[in-house]
């Protein structure tokens, strides 16, 4: 199905406002100053004037608002030998996200396919099935963004419900999924159908964002599958901290650590709590013994896990081209340099390229 | 417009070329202009000196590079490491704490006029952007260093007090500060990049990652994150150079240079300690002195 | 209930089987569980020790015997500690079971050599036991087993056993300097005891499993002995968390091991990167 609609900007802060009067949680980018510094972020919004969407980029992805940085897996009760296990529950409160980033409504569905290989995450797939994610096409990119390298673009409807563009005066909605659906029928008064031809877009921006960075993924794929011990990784890594803030801003990145807390000595929770390959503790053996011992080996693996592994695995490659990655980096470490250097290459080396 | 000026840093990319042809140094430590901005660079070839760059968007603190436990980068030899008077104080640190010989590296001390916070802004400098470490300086060249490179520079711009917010936190009640701390660390997901950016944080096994017993939770809540950052600072007391490395890095611009800057505050009031670049200055940590106050001890 | 939620299991019995390594015998909690649980040889499981956390060891009881699990294990960190301090009666937590399995289907008919090291011997005990209790499917089967020295050899009763059965052909070792005065077996590392058994690899499985030192030189050996490098298999440890796919931790290149292993032979291992 595909419906369009039409929805003004008023008649999208009234929308939110009835979501928020009915209890529905509503996150959208909000701007936050702190210290004379501005900064845009995904949460949870009390009113529409909270909302800001024609900011930049929010500063972290919209995986947060179904993999949370720490969840509580299950909690035990101990008295003596015996253990009672508390479960947590895998239903979840309606949430709608609106004005998800297509790069991040992207990831949610391309995370999909690792969170459901074989055994199903409930805890995943409860907080996806209660969020409704609106996206909205980007009107503005910087020179971080390759979306269009990987397969998207500012205007990608990928993962999303609902999928707005800026029109003057408001936006033109697509109705993409059962869910969002749902939605309209719950709010149809808010959004008239369109009438006639689409109004044109305010902004375009996919060739913009191609110039930024041009390589084929099938090529990165093919080098990173037979360049294993290159002298790239030493020479990257020289300048890498290990530090992981590239994975946790990342809207694809997904490992995990699992620690039991103690409560006192009668009981406690497991928890999940975001992890990153570029720690120098994850592979680490309880011997001593850590088959990636240097920062090469661990800045190999996210590439490799991202744009060789997952790939490989799942037909899919574990990024969406959203820059955060190459913008929060403190050293400098460049994905988008990193990814033209190893197009060219493979490029030159023809064979494999 | 934002103008680089070349002919200063030509002395820079000499004395690079030098040293590495001398064979006195295996690899410059310095500068490069990446694809946003410049960034940390090794330069290994002769050739490659051509790269060295220095600007007012140089802020990264290449101390943090010494550490013993960069394994990668021992294994390149003895370097040169292009350093302002702030990332000096760091080195001497290093030094004074035993974690490297002076006589194993070489410093590139580069005359500076203050640096952006974001070195990815092409904006000229000012008191808008001007990065928090600068608002103290008091020099513009580091002493502790075997060479100068690039021209005299006026001191950076901005009069406003670092320590402002500070003081506006200093006047809350005990329990409105910890309002105000679990509220800006609930942002904290634990990646430890304030941690792995800075220089004084070189421990082999961080207290953080030991697991028998868990010290510090490693969980993302209030009480891990509290547990967390308030450590981090002590075990920086009277170390931390105040170079502002960690409140960059975070990816979730929390002002963790108060928390920083609040022990350094105490450090200097109760033992007249300030962190300086002359490496045979005590740690007031390390240095017991009779007349040391001790009131806390009944 | 969510996936990362263990069973509850029981200690029934502990042995010593060594100093430093211990058995437990589990039983799961909730009978419905137990009657219901199954698994092949060579899969895992995560054990919790709650409060402390979760250990990967393979299920070293053979899938043959049904009621219990049972798992072998050293103190290597946070969790084998306090596993070490758990008594008879505690309650534990079981995930699983997970990974793949030896392919005993596919050896049906044929002859069995067994080879470990240690503690290695644990996940091949899994697997002799459950080709001994299936005796008639299989035709030789031949365990060349070693250790550091007598104190360190586990599932002594069971070697005993293996060594009175005459369907058994078994060949034990200790180091140099790890024998004892009465000691009857072989005095050398268990890959020169492979060499001098020399093993025909005529219609023959190999299943390898030791300290890493010991894969290195046993699995060429077999090689130069004839074996089939897709005859012989090994199985693999990594560090674990959700031992089901999800974590990204366990993965040596594109192979992760919860999932394409921990059992893999000599053929693939030849494929991966050294990253483990």
């Not at chain 1, 993999?67 to 035990?76: A, C, G, K, Q, S």
């Not at chain 1, 969020?131 to 993962?159: H, K, M, N, Q």
């Not at chain 2, 390149?76 to 350093?83: D, I, K, P, S, T």
């Not at chain 3, 050398?188 to 894969?215: N, Q, R, T």
Request: net charge neutral; hydrophobic share 40%; glycine share 8%.
């Amino acid at each position: 199905m595909n419906t369009r609609r039409t929805l003004s900007t008023a008649d999208l802060g009234a929308l939110v406002g009835d979501l928020i009067a009915a209890g529905t949680t509503v996150v959208a980018p909000i701007r936050f100053v702190d210290q004379g510094r501005a900064s845009i972020e995904y949460g949870p919004v009390q009113s529409p004037d909270e909302m800001d969407l024609d900011g930049p980029q929010p500063s972290r992805s919209l995986k947060e608002a179904v993999f949370p940085p720490t969840e509580v897996l299950f909690r035990w009760r101990q008295a003596k030998s015996a253990v009672e296990i508390e479960e947590v529950p895998v239903s979840f409160k309606e949430t709608v996200v609106v004005g998800a980033r297509p790069c991040d409504a992207a990831a949610l569905e391309i995370l999909d396919r690792v969170m459901g290989w074989d055994f199903r995450d409930e805890l995943w797939f409860g907080r996806r099935q209660a969020t409704t994610v609106l996206a909205l096409a980007c009107t503005r990119c910087d020179e971080s963004c390759f979306c269009t390298a990987v397969g998207l673009s500012p205007a990608s409807t990928r993962g999303a419900d609902w999928f707005l563009t800026p029109v003057e005066g408001g936006f033109e909605v697509e109705v993409l999924t059962l869910k969002g659906q749902a939605l309209l029928e719950r709010h149809k008064a808010r959004c008239p159908e369109a009438e006639g031809s689409t109004t044109k877009r305010v902004a375009d921006l996919e060739q913009e964002v191609r110039a930024h960075l041009d390589v084929r993924p099938d090529r990165i794929r093919a080098w990173l599958e037979t360049h294993f011990d290159d002298a790239l990784w030493k020479r990257l890594a020289l300048r890498c901290h290990g530090c992981g803030a590239c994975a946790f801003v990342c809207p694809t990145c997904h490992c995990f650590d699992m620690v039991d807390e103690p409560d006192g000595i009668d009981g406690g929770a497991r928890r999940r709590n975001w992890d990153t390959c570029q720690s120098a503790l994850f592979t680490l053996h309880g011997s001593g013994y850590n088959p990636r011992k240097d920062q090469a080996a661990r800045f190999r693996q996210r590439i490799l896990h991202k744009f060789a592994i997952y790939p490989k695995r799942f037909g899919e490659v574990l990024c969406t081209g959203c820059g955060r990655c190459v913008r929060v980096c403190a050293a400098g470490m460049d994905l988008v340099a990193i990814l033209a250097e190893i197009g060219r290459t493979a490029a030159e080396r023809g064979g494999s390229a | 417009m934002f103008v680089l000026r070349v002919n200063s840093m030509q002395d820079l990319k000499e004395l690079s070329k030098k040293l590495l042809e001398q064979k006195q140094v295996s690899a410059i430590l310095g500068y490069e202009h990446g694809r946003r901005g410049p960034r940390p660079v090794f330069v290994t070839e002769v050739a490659d000196c051509e790269r060295l760059v220095f600007d007012h968007r140089c802020v990264h603190n290449l101390a943090a590079y010494l550490s013993p436990r960069r394994t990668l980068v021992a294994q390149l030899g003895r370097l040169a490491v292009v350093v302002k008077a702030c990332d000096a104080r760091a080195v001497a640190g290093l030094i004074r704490e035993s974690q490297l010989k002076r006589e194993d590296v070489v410093l590139i001390g580069v005359r500076c006029g203050g640096v952006v916070r974001d070195p990815n802004g092409a904006e000229q400098l000012s008191a808008d952007n001007v990065a928090p470490r600068c608002l103290e300086c008091d020099k513009r060249e580091p002493a502790l260093a075997d060479h100068l490179v690039g021209e005299p520079k006026p001191p950076p711009p901005g009069s406003a007090s670092r320590d402002a917010r500070l003081s506006e936190i200093e006047a809350l009640s005990p329990g409105e500060r910890l309002t105000l701390w679990t509220s800006l660390l609930s942002r904290c997901t634990r990646c430890h990049a304030c941690r792995q950016v800075c220089p004084m944080c070189f421990c082999e096994r961080c207290i953080a990652d030991k697991t028998q017993p868990t010290w510090i939770e490693t969980s993302p809540h209030a009480r891990g994150n509290l547990a967390w950052h308030l450590t981090r600072a002590l075990h920086l007391a009277g170390r931390c150079v105040n170079c502002g490395e960690c409140e960059r890095a975070c990816p979730a611009h929390i002002p963790l240079g108060l928390l920083n800057r609040k022990v350094a505050r105490v450090v200097a009031e109760r033992y007249g300690y300030r962190v300086t670049d002359d490496p045979s200055t005590p740690t007031p940590i390390g240095a017991y002195r009779l007349d040391d106050e001790q009131e806390f001890i009944q | 209930m969510n996936l990362y939620q263990p069973h509850l299991v029981r200690i029934e019995e502990m042995v010593d089987e060594t100093l430093d390594t211990r058995t437990f015998k589990l039983s799961f909690e909730h009978a419905a569980v137990g009657e219901k649980f199954d698994f092949k040889a060579g899969q895992f499981g995560e054990y919790s020790v709650f409060g402390a956390g979760e250990c990967t060891f393979c299920i070293a009881s053979p899938p043959t015997r049904k009621g219990y699990i049972e798992a072998s294990f050293k103190v290597v960190g946070k969790v084998t500690r306090a596993m070490r301090r758990l008594n008879v009666g505690d309650t534990m937590g079981f995930r699983g079971p997970y990974g793949n399995h030896f392919p005993l289907d596919q050896m049906r008919g044929k002859n069995l050599l067994f080879i470990a090291g240690g503690i290695g011997l644990a996940p091949v005990r899994c697997v002799i036991w459950n080709a001994l209790d299936l005796r008639d499917q299989f035709q030789d089967v031949t365990i060349i087993y070693g250790a550091r020295s007598v104190a360190d050899l586990v599932y002594q009763r069971e070697l005993e056993d293996w060594a009175r059965r005459s369907d058994v052909r078994l060949y034990q070792c200790v180091d140099p300097g790890g024998e004892t005065p009465d000691w009857k077996g072989a005095v050398c590392f268990v890959p020169s005891l492979v060499e001098k058994v020399a093993p025909s690899p005529h219609d023959a499985y190999a299943i390898v499993c030791g300290p890493p030192i010991m894969i290195t030189f046993t699995l060429p050996l077999l090689e130069k002995l004839g074996f089939a490098s897709d005859r012989v298999y090994t199985t693999l440890e990594n560090r674990m968390k959700c031992g089901l796919g999800k974590c990204g931790r366990c993965n040596i290149g594109s192979v992760y091991v919860c999932k394409d292993g921990p059992v893999f032979t000599a053929a693939q291992l030849k494929t991966l990167p050294p990253e483990y």
